[in-house]
């Protein structure tokens, strides 16, 4: 064993990589870990270190992240931080699976009974049964420690029990409290660890940290699970689409739009929905497009502003679902009030259009003014009067129901083919 502890030591790089990470558990987060432990193992490192900070998250994913954890070759230290965060929920099991943790003043780690994926409780069944293969996980991962850590970790999914950094480590559960990751690294020199059935002593006092960041598709994705931004993208790629529907012939509208849609959907699926609330906010856009070609004078969109702002409360608000996921009021009225801006602006341009006078064709000629160029004057009995006038440039046949001198000036009311039908303006000016 002291052979095995030697040959390790001599291998190391003398350098510890860094990840740091914030936000709910998601597939992108442990692709980041792995691509994190294999970078660290690849350069022999001596240890890999992961500032977290989550409100907790799927289980199959976090149960992805423990194995991953526990088939690495390089000892995991996993440390909560900073001050004021917390590893709650499936970070607390995270946080445990880890060889080493640490926590930095004013953290918090626990609270990981489960919930259904759209945040409700279980029932009574499906909750004993989940909360036994937990229990069971977290008595291996912290048998380690001693029976006062396993007892309290168990009560953490049992109990939705949490506690602050110095209770945590009265219990055993975790190895340090920190205020950097440089203090918890030179705490945690000479630590023995086991990683793989073999003893490690951990040699991290004073020693070198790599930074290793998320890539920018994985930072892109893990930005996606955000209650915010998906209400967002949904409001603007609906606005979007409905744009393409209305205006039908481009591309570039329809295109972005469905893009976003599908950014919402991927950020809808890595966070516990109300499916009311969806349905709610499907509801508020169809009435929204109904106001677009239905002469409501508004009342659509207002039934559709109301209805988006309550799918909107509604969405990640179901009673268990975790503080992380909530919209709060003034997001949802933000979001609401920016997409009601928006349809009430399209819906006055277009009543608007509708009332103004038409610029092309011969419609257009209506209300315009011109001198007579030809006295429009009676052929025979009959009581028109027809001569030549100059509309916007152009010469004009013209008739009258009165005599019109040369030069004076007259006003278009109507036209039919190619005739004008004019009278003497009251109030003459220049065309």
């Known amino acids: 064993m002291l052979l095995s502890i030697s040959r390790l030591a001599q291998a190391q790089s003398g350098e510890v990589l860094v990840l740091e990470i914030s936000g709910p558990v998601t597939p992108t987060m442990a692709s980041y870990f792995e691509r994190g432990i294999r970078e660290a193992e690849a350069q022999d490192m001596n240890a890999i270190l992961i500032q977290l900070s989550t409100p907790g998250g799927q289980i199959d994913i976090m149960m992805d992240i ?64 989940e909360t036994e293969a937990l229990g069971a996980t977290m008595r291996g991962l912290v048998q380690r420690r001693g029976e006062a850590a396993s007892n309290l970790a168990v009560r953490m999914i049992t109990e939705a029990v949490a506690v602050n950094e110095r209770e945590a480590l009265a219990a055993g559960l975790i190895d340090a409290i920190a205020t950097d990751t440089t203090d918890l690294l030179n705490q945690l020199d000479g630590l023995t660890v086991v990683i793989n059935d073999q003893e490690t002593i951990l040699q991290t006092t004073n020693i070198s940290q790599r930074t290793f960041d998320m890539n920018l598709l994985e930072a892109f994705l893990h930005a996606l699970a955000n209650p915010i931004i998906i209400g967002i993208l949904m409001a603007i790629g609906v606005q979007a689409v409905i744009a393409e529907v209305s205006n039908p012939g481009g591309w570039v509208a329809g295109l972005i739009g469905v893009l976003l849609i599908g950014m919402a959907l991927y950020g809808l699926g890595q966070l516990p929905v109300n499916w009311l609330g969806f349905g709610l906010i499907m509801i508020a856009f169809v009435l929204f497009i109904a106001e677009l070609f239905t002469p409501s004078h508004g009342g659509l969109s207002v039934a559709g502003a109301l209805c988006l702002f309550g799918g909107l409360l509604v969405l990640f608000n179901s009673p268990s679902s975790p503080e992380f996921v909530r919209i709060s009021i003034p997001a949802a009225v933000a979001i609401t009030g920016g997409t009601a801006a928006v349809f009430i602006f399209v819906i006055t341009q277009g009543l608007r259009a509708q009332q103004l006078q038409p610029v092309t064709g011969m419609e257009s000629m209506v209300g315009k003014t011109g001198p007579v160029r030809q006295s429009l004057a009676t052929s025979g009995n009959d009581a028109v009067y027809k001569g030549r006038v100059l509309v916007n440039g152009e010469l004009w046949q013209a008739q009258a129901t009165e005599a019109i001198s040369f030069d004076e000036e007259v006003i278009v009311e109507r036209v039919e083919g190619f005739t004008l039908y004019v009278k003497k303006a009251a109030n003459p000016q220049t065309n």
């Open 66 to 129: 423990v194995q991953i954890i526990s088939k690495a070759d390089v000892p995991v230290i996993v440390y909560v931080a900073p001050e004021g965060e917390m590893a709650a929920s499936a970070g607390s099991v995270i946080t445990l699976a880890a060889h080493a943790a640490g926590m930095a003043p004013g953290t918090i780690i626990g609270a990981a009974s489960p919930i259904n994926s759209d945040g409700s409780d279980l029932s009574e069944t499906a909750f004993r049964k």
